[in-house]
């Protein structure tokens, strides 16, 4: 069953919980002088605290504070699932809850809930306290079936993720089943195309949409976390390898200089050596390597001259230099 609980470190203040006449001037001032963030009406926490936390923890928190106020039951659905799943996604988070309604019976989205009227019969979905939550291969159906191609395939690759700490949160013949079993036919080509290319492989949001974009740019299909054999003994496997350019690719992502958990007890600059070493090793295995960061995917044009100045092959001219992707 998915997780309800929030961290021990994040304290929580309720109004319900302040007594029969709580005093809203405190809040209000509080409110306005930043001191503390508005989770959901009626539950607040300590701004710092707040904005400390991850993206995706924030928008858990404001699913578990919102449900609780819910009247009714209901079906937690698309990207609220997702945050609760621990699927993460490309860009902002929505600002209000998502959930599923019966068909038909969609009612209005408030400032706060999004009401999906999509239906809630034999749908997949597990039990959370009181309410339904869809499983992580519904939510990922549901969500490619409003998102755009990148977004959706980083879904779908974020629920089959194989090395995920705990296994992959579904199977591609789970996908495959929900999609052919949906009774509605809107979205079903978004869902099929980002199926088609989706993958166990990557290990990062980043990847998956290098991955998309790569093809995009007219790149050679490349193999992912191909394993390379290191001097010292150890194996490298890469985020991109072109066989027949002997080529590697790899996103340089900031988070394994900055994550403690991906640091293992190292500090920024022991991981920024290794990660030298582990480049340096496997330049000398190969033709070429090639690295790029996130402002590279919002300038596609950068990515495109990054591979074909350092020799990787495109089958498409360059894209303008004034194209910028959102996230």
Known sequence: MPEQARPAELEIRRVRDLGERPDYRKVRRALETARVHRISPGAYAPNSA???????????????EATARMQHPAVISHFAAASVHGIEILGAWPSRIDVRVAAGRGGRSSGLIRRHGIGVVDVDALDWGVHRI?????TAIDIAAVADHELAVVVFDQVLWARRPGGALATMAELRMLAERRSSPKGAARIRRALEVATSLSDSVRESQSRVLLKRLGFPEPVLQHPFQLPDGSTARTDFFFPEQN????????????????????????ALIAEKDRADAISRLVGRVSRWRTPNL??????????????????????????????
Not at 50 to 64: C, T
Not at 310 to 326: N, T, V
Request: hydrophobic content about 30%.
């Open 50 to 64: 707040w904005q400390a936390l991850p993206p995706r923890e924030r928008h858990r928190l404001k699913v578990v």
């Open 134 to 138: 869809t499983t992580p291969a519904q």
């Open 247 to 270: 080529h590697v690719g790899e996103f340089d992502g900031i988070g394994k200089y900055l994550d403690p958990e991906l640091l293992q007890g190292r500090s920024p600059e022991a």
């Open 298 to 327: 919002r300038r596609p044009r950068e990515l495109y001259d990054i591979l074909i100045a350092d020799g990787l092959p495109s089958s498409l001219p360059p894209p303008p230099r004034s194209l910028r992707l959102p996230r």
